[in-house]
């Protein structure tokens, strides 16, 4: 074995878990928020009108109020300071995939040789980097750099503690100097208010006086793998792509099915709860973590929150887990498919609409056929996802997604929406009876022994293959990637479904109110309409694909199948009429995932060209020396000596090929030809490349091989 290999598994093997003497000091409802200017905080740094005021805009109940801006930001500063802040940043998210941050210091000069800690309201409520140099999809070019972050007074402002201080962080929406949202977070946060405002439209039919707001929650289930540092450092590819572009099966994988909700390795636990630690004091409201199905795959996953604060949160949860992994000697993988043979990652959105009343609208209640407001919030959603399937598929397309979806451990590309035995059969009946008149009910399960309590079963079974399942008082959207933000996603679905209540609340406003004959009417109209979106089987089945292709859903299977249903004009009209995307920001939009999608995929050719040339055939060509130089000791040594010739030659030609049809979709001319040409002769020629790659690697010596193995990657950690 290569001595990098071999000191690195016998470091692991030696590997101590530092002991923390100190936990019970920092339990969770100890700990909980500490990091965050929440209520609590606001109340003993603010004068109790300005608190009561911020506390209305928070709530959604009133806009901000200026007046009050340079109080709030006195007590902002002087909070950070008592938690050793010097600095403060905006804290936004471009169109990057991940977050971004310019730190200033609170001290300014005095003018007699001491400084000052200043912290205006200016200061807390608009930033200026530059817009020249993130994605803009045109919007910005490189002279026009002006852009502006506004502070988002509904997301918590919060600390990042360091070893050696801490930053005030500021949650920021950001614009251009023209108006043009460049971000992640106005769009969700303006396509929350339209779905509220149509929502309210419908509650008010039902007689609801009471609700001034809805909005939608979001608790995002975070799937991940955690791999040793040290073996890590040894695979380019893994440290530029975030996924092994070689790599031969490892004799064991999942088969035995024996990680999932498995005993946690001492390490993994222990760094889990310095996660949920941290986690925990900036105040966010992690709930659950288990082993995954995958060997070194796991999943963690938070308490419900309001839309734009868990998408906020979740930006939050994947930097502290990138950063915590590294001081556990880890590496944390969000990539979708880091290894092929085994389940890939996802991050399973589990969504909803509440009212600020506390209200869950997704709550079918005990008998669900006799609740119609219920109904009526659940068939909108039916109709918004079979409506608007094609742009909720665009909305989760990235590089990394094409990996996964379709896969057996992730959803199908078809958009289809499992509601469960008990839904299906109430929706059933308004479309085949014109009304619903009966709800199945869960039994109760006796297990046959009398130490074990009889278990109430649900009224329905779960659907893991579903891209979107019901599951109880929400929906999981799980079709969404491990490494995406989720606000775009969501931003798709809130549109979707704001345009479908739209239409709901037209029909049910020419109705007198209580009319629910009319209603029913309404309801059965939907259900016979929208039916075909309804799948209750198995996602994974070639029968569903056929299945799906005779009922007209469509099947996008690539990020280049997806993305045009961006630039229709159904999907231009939808996001203007609710304000939430221009047409120009959404043209931006489409144009930046064209461009990561190329880029991205060019990365991976290149760095598997790298790989190929100075690391596999080097070792193909040591490995063919030694066998040349014993071939006359014996058959079977002159038989191995041949093949690996022959894979020598057929790596070459594969090398060439890659870097041929690379060459040639370079050629090819705009970015989106450029992406079809990768799909249809990049990507093949690299997927032949891996295959010669990962034959050697069950050939050559093992001494010889210049990088770690899967079997080591997935189980020496």
């Not at 998210?93 to 000052?116: C, N, Q, R, W």
């Not at 070194?296 to 915590?324: C, I, K, W, Y």
């Not at 996802?385 to 199908?412: F, Q």
């Amino acid at each position: 074995m290569g001595n990098s290999r071999s000191v690195a598994i016998d470091q692991i093997a030696n590997h101590k878990v530092e002991s923390n003497q100190n936990y019970l000091e920092h339990a969770g409802a100890d700990i909980y928020g500490q990091y965050v200017f929440g209520e609590e905080a606001q109340r003993q740094y603010l004068a109790k009108p300005i608190f009561k005021n911020l506390r209305r805009t928070i709530d959604g109940l009133q806009p901000f109020d200026p007046a009050i801006v340079d109080a709030v930001a006195h007590a902002v500063k002087e909070w950070g300071m008592a938690h050793g802040a010097t600095h403060y940043t905006h804290w936004f998210v471009p169109m990057t995939g991940s977050t971004a941050e310019k730190h200033d210091s609170f001290l300014s000069p005095s003018g007699d040789g001491k400084t000052i800690a200043e912290f205006s309201g200016k200061n807390l409520l608009q930033g200026e980097p530059d817009a020249s140099s993130f994605p803009s999809g045109g919007i910005r070019a490189t002279f026009e750099a002006r852009g502006y972050t506004a502070w988002d007074v509904t997301s918590p402002i919060f600390l990042q503690v360091e070893p050696n201080g801490a930053t005030l962080t500021i949650p920021t929406a950001y614009v251009s100097y023209t108006g043009e949202a460049l971000d992640h977070k106005i769009p969700l946060l303006r396509s929350q208010e339209a779905l509220g405002k149509q929502a309210l439209r419908i509650l008010r039919w039902f007689g609801n006086a009471s609700s001034s707001r809805v909005f939608t929650t979001i608790g995002p289930e975070q799937e991940y793998f955690l791999i040793d540092r040290r073996l890590a450092e040894q695979r380019p590819d893994l440290l530029l792509t975030g996924r092994t572009l070689f790599g031969a099966p490892s004799p064991k994988g999942q088969e035995l099915e024996d990680q999932y909700f498995g005993s946690i390795r001492e390490r993994i636990l222990s760094y889990m709860m310095d996660m949920d630690r941290e986690l925990w004091r900036m105040g966010v409201p992690v709930k659950t973590r288990h082993n995954e199905v995958a060997p070194a795959q796991f999943e963690m996953a938070p308490v419900f929150e309001a839309g734009s604060v868990g998408s906020d949160h979740n930006m939050v949860v994947m930097a502290t887990m990138r950063r915590l992994a590294q001081k556990h000697g880890l590496l944390l993988l969000l990539h979708e498919k880091p290894f092929a043979g085994i389940n890939g990652s996802g991050k399973h959105n589990n969504w909803s609409m509440a009212t600020d009343d506390g209200e869950n609208l997704l709550d079918p209640g005990d008998d669900p056929h006799a609740n119609a407001q219920f109904l009526t919030f659940l068939l909108g959603v039916v109709r918004g996802v079979n409506v608007h399937a094609d742009l909720l598929r665009a909305g989760i397309a990235d590089a990394g997604n094409d990996h996964r979806l379709g896969a057996n451990e992730a959803p199908p590309a078809i958009m289809s929406i499992f509601l469960g035995s008990q839904l299906e059969d109430v929706v059933s009946q308004l479309e085949q009876a014109g009304s619903a008149s009966a709800s199945k009910h869960g039994a109760r399960l006796d297990l046959g022994a009398d130490s074990l309590p009889a278990l109430p079963a649900d009224a329905t079974d779960r659907n893991r293959t579903s891209p979107f399942a019901f599951t109880g008082n929400k929906f999981e959207f799980r079709a969404v990637g491990s490494s995406a933000p989720i606000y775009w996603p969501q931003t798709i679905l809130n549109t979707a479904v704001a345009d479908s209540l739209a239409q709901l609340a037209d029909e049910l406003e020419k109705l007198r109110i209580g009319d629910f004959d009319g209603l029913t009417k309404i309801l059965s109209g939907i259900a016979k309409a929208h039916k075909q979106v309804l799948f209750e089987g198995n996602g994974y089945s070639e029968e569903w694909h056929a299945e799906a292709a005779r009922r007209g859903l469509p099947n996008n299977k690539t990020t280049v199948d997806a993305l045009p249903a961006l630039a229709t004009e159904k999907a231009k009209q939808l996001f203007a009429r609710f304000g939430v995307l221009s047409e120009r920001e959404l043209a931006a939009r489409l144009d930046i995932n064209w461009e990561r999608y190329v880029k991205v995929q060019n990365i991976e050719a290149n760095t598997a060209l790298d790989v190929a040339r100075t690391l596999i055939l080097p070792a193909a060509v040591r490995y063919l020396g030694q066998l040349s130089k014993a071939a006359g000791l014996s058959k079977a040594v002159r038989t191995l000596s041949g093949e690996v010739a022959s894979l020598t030659d057929e790596l070459g030609e594969a090398i060439e090929a890659l870097a041929h049809a690379q060459h040639e979709a370079h050629g090819a001319g705009d970015v989106v030809a450029e992406a079809t040409a990768i799909v249809g002769s990049v990507i093949p020629a690299q997927n032949r490349l891996r295959v010669v790659v990962d034959t050697l690697e069950t050939i050559v010596a093992d001494d010889l091989w210049p990088m770690p193995k899967y079997r080591e990657l997935l189980f020496q950690y």
